[in-house]
């Protein structure tokens, strides 16, 4: 793939050229007529050459749901993204487990992030967001990627597990090496600087967990899986505890952060959806899924074929990668109506695959709507318009969908 | 169109006449009755339409197939009494049924 030249048209260019996994296609927000295309044409669709290998793509919203629920067919193992890991850190994660070793271990951590302890946790998140938007210099132009949503999404990990306030930005900085490596996204973390930085993580977590112990009242992360009887002995696990330490802070980092800032963006090219909005914020829960969904912050999630089999007429072969295009999912006119429109009071705006389906679909679901809802309640109180004075840059990744930054002003009510 | 009572989390209940062919969760979509949030619309791969249904209704319900029973091991609140409403097709047979919400979907 030359990745000097530039891309290819979507409606000449033959089907078999379409090159997906091309970082471009994202990088430069170009990806819409590709997906359009295959959607049509080619729905389930075959890259012979890729620097990941040869994949399929699914890229149609009911197909995905079937390829998602068929975990016997189509596994989560070894890996969930595109890229194949060399991995010599055995961690215990589940969203890279089948069952039935993935139901015990998402079973051990799920009821932590149950709407019920959310309520305890939506204060502090609260109190987090109102000291971050009341701080936001009024009438210059500054970076809202920076400055709100890496900002807020780090305290918001550090609310979320306790972790100490002026350290927080470890905690960023372990989501970005844990997913950072070359072979998955393209990322530049060498493998002795993610070795370091893992041990650190468990390190840390676990002087943590044993000066925690026993602390009441507590509505942390950590103090939730030790009040769990499944999980009360969880550092005897190490792997298992560097897992799930893992999952908790790069699901709810890359994912909670690009959405933050697609909110705004959306709202912008969208204006008469910000009126609606600002004429009534009872849409602030709808358009918050309709964000999620608009966005899709994760743009695939891969299956690896367990047998040959025939799958809306194609022969695909075991071992294959069989990559889910959320993005694309979340495009398609035959599920969800004017799909390409930001429409912020849609009859059932979850309805949307961003979160994924079926056993591993996302566990943090509720938390993030959680967060969205609170910081975009706050916005609304403060700011007339969080208005985009520029482009946004976007990162250069075929997995994660975000901005680096975007220039913005903020008006005050 | 069976008459089927519908309580929720907190205590309140709803008498719906339901309509025989379609899902339970669809029927209680359709009666405005809150607690059920169906996100995936039926294809049972969310788990946001969980519901308790009385043991002694499970021979008229039938019991929860493989992909079912997959996604109710992924609630924190799962009982003896787990179903999820996509899977229960309403029908005459199930006149008088009672069926509890959760205190959440997630």
């Known amino acids: ?413 | 169109m069976p008459t089927l009572t519908v309580i929720e989390y907190h205590g309140r209940s709803h008498t719906i006449e339901a309509e025989s062919g379609k899902s339970l969760m669809q029927n209680v979509l359709d009666n405005g009755v809150p607690g059920i949030d169906a996100d995936c619309g039926g294809a049972c791969a969310c788990g946001t339409c969980h519901c308790f249904v009385e043991q002694a209704w499970r021979d008229v319900t039938g019991e929860p197939d493989a992909m079912e029973e997959a996604m109710l091991g992924m609630r924190p609140d799962r009982t003896g009494q787990s179903r999820l409403s996509c899977q229960i097709r309403v029908s005459d047979s199930l006149e008088g049924m009672v069926i509890r919400l959760p205190e959440f979907q997630m």
């Open chain 1, 1 to 413: 793939m030359n990745q000097a030249a530039a891309l290819p048209d979507p409606e000449c260019v033959s089907l078999d050229a379409i090159a997906i996994s091309d970082t471009r296609l994202y990088q430069q927000d170009a990806w819409r007529p590709f997906f359009e295309r295959l959607r049509r044409e080619d729905p389930v669709h075959y890259q012979a050459e890729s620097p990941f290998g040869p994949f399929w793509s699914i890229t149609r919203f009911d197909d995905i749901v079937a390829v998602e629920t068929n975990f016997r067919d189509f596994s989560s193992e070894p890996t969930i993204v595109i890229g194949d890991l060399a991995d010599d850190i055995p961690f215990e994660m589940f969203i890279a487990m089948d069952p039935p070793r993935h139901d015990e271990q998402r079973r051990a951590v799920q009821s932590v992030v149950a709407p019920k302890n959310l309520a305890e946790m939506e204060g502090l998140i609260r109190g987090r967001v109102v000291e971050i938007l009341d701080r936001l210099p009024v009438g210059e132009t500054f970076d809202w990627v920076e400055s709100v949503a890496i900002n807020l999404t780090t305290q918001m990990l550090a609310t979320l597990f306790d972790f100490p306030f002026e350290e927080r930005s470890k905690l960023t900085y372990w989501s970005d090496i844990a997913a950072g490596s070359p072979e998955i996204a393209g990322g530049d973390v060498s493998h002795e600087e993610r070795l370091a930085g893992l041990t650190e993580c468990l390190e840390t977590f676990t002087r943590i967990w044993h000066e925690r112990r026993g602390r009441e009242e507590s509505f942390d992360l950590i103090s939730l899986l030790q009040r769990d009887p499944s999980t009360a002995d969880l550092p005897e696990r190490p792997m298992e505890f560097l897992g799930n330490l893992c999952l908790l802070i790069v699901g709810g980092n890359d994912t909670t952060r690009n959405s933050i800032t697609g909110g705004v963006l959306a709202l912008n090219q969208h204006p008469g959806e910000y009126d609606k909005l600002r004429a009534d914020p009872r849409l602030i829960p709808s358009m918050v899924s309709e964000t999620i969904r608009w966005q899709t912050p994760l743009m695939h999630m891969r299956r690896t074929a367990t047998r040959d089999l025939e799958f809306q007429g194609r022969q695909i072969k075991q071992g294959d990668k069989v990559v889910m295009w959320y993005l694309s999912g979340n495009r398609d006119e035959s599920a969800i109506e004017r799909p390409e429109e930001f429409i912020i009071d849609r009859p059932n705006p979850r309805h949307h695959i961003s979160f994924g389906f079926g056993i591993h679909r996302c566990m943090g679901n509720r938390l993030a709507e959680m967060q969205l809802r609170v910081l975009w309640e706050e916005i609304m109180q403060r700011f007339d318009r969080v208005e985009v004075v520029g482009e946004p840059e976007r990162i250069k990744s075929n997995f994660v969908r975000g901005y680096s930054s975007l220039p913005v002003r903020v008006h005050p009510r």
